[in-house]
């Protein structure tokens, strides 16, 4: 099983950036849809963002346009820039692995990065 460790999260002030990572160990990373999703205070875990073996990419409505994903193949890394941030995209953030992006269900995810907005 794909294990995950994200890093990166911390604190910004509205409008600005974070870039969070995420290294997985397994050698099939390739095969895997890759993805970050968040839970904030007092609210459902929200899916993110995912990207599948073939760089297909899916965004939240929320996050589309200030958020952009990305993986490295070569390193099994999986990466998430976040521009334009808000108070509300204050949350853990997890990094995950599924066998399909079409698919709900989530095979594994890191312990999580916090990531806090404000002023």
């Known amino acids: 099983q794909v294990q995950l460790e994200e890093s990166g999260g911390g604190s910004v002030q509205p409008g600005g950036s974070l870039r969070l990572s995420c290294v997985a160990s397994s050698a099939t990373f390739y095969n895997f849809c890759m993805g970050w999703f968040r839970q904030g205070p007092e609210k459902e875990r929200e899916e993110v963002a995912t990207?599948?073996?073939?760089?297909?990419?899916n965004y939240a409505v929320a996050v589309r346009g200030r958020f952009t994903i990305s993986r490295d193949n070569a390193n099994n890394t999986l990466a998430l820039l976040m521009n334009s941030l808000k108070p509300e995209d204050t949350a853990m953030y997890y990094c995950?692995?599924?066998?399909?992006?079409?698919?709900?269900?989530?095979?594994?995810w890191g312990q999580g990065t916090q990531v806090t907005v404000s002023s």
């Open positions: 995950g692995a599924k066998w399909s992006c079409t698919s709900e269900s989530w095979l594994n």
């Open positions: 990207i599948d073996s073939d760089g297909t990419t």
